[in-house]
């Protein structure tokens, strides 16, 4: 029997919090790992109202919480980390790549980056504020750091820290041989495939890093799969298979797209998506240039830069 009222439970073990917000994605799955010192908990869901009204109301059904878990360092992972910590005391655990992100944003060094980016790919400019509404969530200090091929214990099973890059440069996975879990954050979504960008300077060629990532996750056995949003796996490989399928078609519909006359990301960006408003431009804009630039690495179209602004042409059929 469940006697937690607010969580589902999926395992003997393993509980699921559907965490909503009035914004971005509306909702996010918390995942909650019951152990002898209380119950670990992996990412929290935005900061709103409602999820905060969630958790409070998960907390006094008598539910204790050792620790705190992040897979990444996106404001609908980590928006309450902060939140767990003055209220409740949870020691928070973050990736030491996740710690070095968050300080980024907190300098706001970003802003201008991005702005540039559109801006040499001949979109429209944008305001700063567009950027991130949700900077609050990035100024929490965590307690503990993991690095790659690490363990750590979530409940009392230890699962292994897997860093797959791709979605954001600092996303973890966390695998447990023992029941054959894998948590896979926004790396692997039944439903959508995650948003892949260039969100920062660091980010070369996130495209090709995911690809490298999603084939990372193929050799660890995996009876089911937790996703950070939507509907739980239990086919993982096949799952993964599917979204590198996906991607390669949306590639492949881009080189079609860019043709031989040499264009802007934007021009092909409205070309795909029609035009955009300016609340809804973002995230097509963004993914348009990043499978460009895999693109052009790849050898697949030409790019150059010229008087400021990256122009492309299709090269495959030369
Ligand atoms: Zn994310």
């Not at 996303?171 to 790396?187: A, K, L, S």
Request: glycine letters at 8%; a negative charge; charged letters at 25%.
């Amino acid at each position: 029997m469940n006697q937690f009222p607010t969580l589902t439970k999926i395992s003997e073990d393993i509980y699921q919090l559907v965490v909503r917000y009035p914004f971005g994605m509306y909702e996010m799955n918390s995942f909650l790992f019951q152990g002898d010192n209380g119950f670990t908990i992996v990412d929290t869901g935005s900061k709103a109202k409602e999820s905060i009204e969630i958790w409070e109301k998960t907390i006094s059904s008598g539910i204790k919480v050792e620790k705190l878990v992040l897979t990444h360092a996106h404001p609908d992972h980590i928006g309450l980390a902060k939140w767990f910590q003055e209220n409740y005391h949870v020691p928070v655990y973050l990736s030491s790549l996740g710690y070095k992100e968050i300080q980024r944003k907190r300098n706001h060094d970003n802003g201008d980056w991005i702005q540039n980016l559109f801006k040499t790919h001949g979109g429209p400019e944008i305001s700063l504020n567009k950027v991130d509404l949700e900077e609050d969530a990035y100024e929490f200090e965590p307690d503990g750091l993991f690095e790659n091929h690490e363990t750590i214990k979530l409940g009392n099973e230890w699962y292994e820290t897997i860093l797959t890059p791709g979605h954001s440069s600092d996303h973890f996975c966390f695998y447990n041989q023992n029941q054959q879990v894998m948590i896979t954050g926004d790396h692997v979504l039944a439903g959508l495939a995650p948003i892949i960008g260039v969100w920062s300077e660091s980010d070369r060629n996130p495209i090709q890093e995911n690809f490298d990532s999603l084939e990372k996750l193929k050799d660890h056995p995996t009876k089911l799969a937790l996703p950070g949003h939507g509907e739980l796996i239990y086919n993982l490989n096949e799952r993964i298979d599917e979204m590198i399928t996906g991607h390669k078609h949306r590639l492949q519909q881009i080189v079609k797209f860019v043709g031989s006359e040499e264009k802007t990301s934007w021009q092909v960006c409205q070309e795909i998506y029609g035009p955009l408003s300016d609340t809804k431009f973002f995230a097509p804009f963004l993914a348009t240039i990043t499978r460009l630039i895999y693109l052009e690495k790849n050898g697949d179209v030409h790019g150059e830069l010229r008087d400021g602004k990256w122009l492309f042409r299709s090269i495959v059929n030369e």
